[in-house]
């Protein structure tokens, strides 16, 4: 079953895509009058900006500075070195996010500009920041922003460090939707016979490196703990072996997620110890897929967001084989504890 209706993404998608011309537009207009970025988001959001757009700032950047942070951290100390010299960047699918107005409100007479990506028109976000584009209307809000931000975060690296993909990313921005579609596709069999494989745990694993790391994480926390209430845990491959691998030898389901950037030989130790002590374990990647039309060194920086319709294929066949709803939350969404309300609250 898929999750969503992957029939309707790429249309969806257009209107957000629409917005390109004036994000290139904003950036060049940013890019001479700013040093550093900071990026700011809780959950989801946060890991991509962490995982994926800061690693790629630091792999290109000599002179511009990137840091990533979560709001409910940025907000309580923003860091000294925020100054008129500093890009803003806010991410949140709700834009209403309360730990990312807090950010905002934090650094409001400090930072040059504030730009959001958020995934409804109308927002609170929206309203506290300079400039506002949004995926309203994508059939995954979620991966049409983080499209919006490579493009923003892309052009921004050729005017400041020279970065030579800009068209290439561009081009390849068009073959985007076939990817995630043909992702979704071709994994509902092998989601389906993983879920069997699994349903019975209570418990998983998951392990990733570089870009991966963010899907990864998505994953364990937002889906398998969220969704279906499962005690997950995600390992970057870099700390796998100094502890938690003492943990796979239990049974417990280890789901490696593959990327095609620098880091992947992290991997190799992770794979080599699962195939010599027959770890329970499935790998997700994008490697063997063809992403017909998307050039080689863009296929790293869109690799965790196609897979992510695999991963969203097992998450919704491990709900239908054990019963569970995946719109069922106990506390999102129903409860409100902030760090403004509850800060000094101690049991």
Known sequence: MAPFPVDQFGEKLQPALGQIEGIISLAKQLAPNIDRIQMVSSGTGDSFMEKVLLKWIDAQSRDLEGYAYKSADYAISPPKRTNDRTLLIITSVSGKTDDALLAIDAVRDRVHHTVAFIGRD???????????????????????????????????????????????????????????????????????????????HDKMMFIGAGYAEQLGFVTSDCNMAEKLKIHSTFVEASRFLHGPQELVNSGVPVIQVLGEDQYQPLMGPVQKLCSDHKVNTAVYSTREMKMAGVAPDIRPLFSPLVLRTSLKNLVAELAEVKGLDLDHRYFYGKASYTVEEHGEFNL
């Open 122 to 200: 109308q927002s609170p976000i929206a309203v506290r920041a300079h400039t506002t584009f949004t995926a309203s209307g994508a059939v995954d809000p979620y991966v049409a922003n983080c499209l919006l931000m490579q493009v923003f975060i892309g052009k921004i690296l050729e005017l400041k460090e020279g970065w030579g993909g800009m068209s290439r990313l561009l081009n390849s921005l068009a073959h985007f939707p076939k990817a995630y579609v043909a992702a979704a596709l071709e994994s509902q069999k092998r989601a389906k016979e993983d879920a069997v494989r699994f349903k019975d």
